[in-house]
């Protein structure tokens, strides 16, 4: 049994080092991947334009300007000259940001009144306007409460200070939530394409039906089907691991071999998908539709794009059932927390649970469409 079994999964090995495009595509692209993804979400959003409209043009607005401007998130591209050139420019995108500073702002403050500042934020990109109104009500809170301690006569450091400590990311970096869930999102594609193209090819070759005429029993196709999938998606694993960490300098600070053992088990739990796929598939092309669908399914169930917590409570609860969202987990909190199976053990039962059921479902699944 096990030498037919490691024949064919041979024989799978080696059609899928002579098929160039292939081997070049789970091996080389999704590295190149990888590192696209990871160079384009690893960058901080810094230096981004803005518009000043100084109408009151005193010196306690010119002072605000300039600690805006001093930010490191925003820069002062052009002084406005009208409310309609602002909205005109954030229309084409050249600011992101236009800040208001209306007549009577210096007179408002020095009489003890509310002085009014308007910040106008272009709303088309989420992250990078999130981020400057941030920063905006930020300053110009700081201002404000400036000039109520300059007003009250207190000339000494702040009565209450703030010293917060952030943990696991201390710089706040986006990357480092980014880029160990693109490395999840990745083994998982690399999984379910090679394991969804391992049946389907047979039958697109026309080579199925002599398998099947073969001594091999239908579980031994099926685990001999496996074997491949599961070795490619893990030696991609372990070069994209490196890339993050020595590359992207993202820490590794929990047990390697701990994420390796999960990881593992993350893959055997979705392999049940792609040998699905592979069989109800006519040809490779059906494949990569069906992979397509479902890839897109799970990114969403993962967290990566929304976060499960905002989810409406059906979404939430379905995605218990996508092991990519309890990987995703596991990968940063090993990674990034140093966690421990005592920590991440809601997680690995997860996988194993999900892991178990697909599995069954998926042999009983092909054993009958292949009889």
């Given amino acids: 049994m096990m030498a037919r079994i490691a024949n064919l999964a041979t024989k799978d090995f080696i059609q899928i080092a002579r098929d160039r495009v292939l081997a070049s595509f ?51 591209l052009l002084d406005l000259d009208s409310i309609a050139q602002a909205d005109d420019l954030l229309a084409r995108g ?22 009014q500042v308007q910040i106008l934020a272009d709303g088309a990109s989420v992250w990078a306007s999130s981020t400057v109104v941030r920063v905006a009500e930020g300053v110009i809170a700081r201002f404000g409460q400036a000039v109520i301690q300059k007003r009250a006569g207190y000339s000494g450091s702040a009565l209450l200070e703030l010293r917060p400590t952030v943990r696991f990311n201390e710089d706040l970096s986006g990357k480092y939530f980014a880029i160990p ?10 999984t379910l394409l090679v394991a969804a193209s391992g049946i389907a090819r047979e ?23 496996a ?9 991609d694993f372990l070069m994209m691991l490196a890339i993050t960490v020595w590359v992207f300098h993202i820490p590794m600070r929990g047990s390697l071999l701990l994420l390796m053992a999960l990881t593992l088990l993350f893959i055997v739990s ?10 109800i598939s006519a040809n490779q092309q059906q ?15 993962s ?54 059921g697909i599995l069954m479902l998926t042999f009983r699944s092909l054993r009958k469409r292949l009889d």
């Fill in 26 to 76: 789970i091996i080389l692209g999704m590295i190149f991947q990888l590192i696209l993804l990871a160079l384009a979400t690893s960058r901080e959003l810094t230096r981004l334009p803005m518009g000043i409209l100084d109408l009151d043009n005193s010196p306690q607005s010119r002072t605000l300007a300039a600690e805006l401007d001093n930010t490191r998130e925003l820069y002062r």
């Fill in 94 to 115: 050249e600011i992101i940001l236009a800040v208001i500073i209306p007549r009577g702002f210096a007179a408002d403050l020095a009489a003890g009144r509310q002085a």
């Fill in 181 to 190: 869930a693109e490395l999840g999102l990745i083994v998982y594609m690399v």
């Fill in 203 to 225: 039958r697109e070759l026309g080579t199925l039906e002599q398998l099947m005429v073969t001594p091999l029993r239908r579980i031994e196709l099926i685990i001999g089907k």
């Fill in 227 to 235: 074997i491949p999938p599961v070795v490619v998606a893990f030696v």
């Fill in 270 to 279: 979705e392999l049940g998908f792609g040998l699905v796929i592979s069989a």
């Fill in 287 to 301: 494949t990569l539709l069906f992979v397509f669908m479902l890839g897109i399914l799970d990114m969403a169930f």
């Fill in 303 to 356: 967290g990566y794009l929304v976060a499960v917590e905002n989810m409406p409570s059906a979404l939430r609860f379905a995605s218990n059932f996508s092991p990519i969202r309890h990987y995703l987990i596991i990968v940063r909190g090993v990674m990034l927390k140093g966690a421990t199976l005592n920590d991440l053990w809601p997680q690995t039962l997860a996988l194993v649970g999900l892991g178990t």
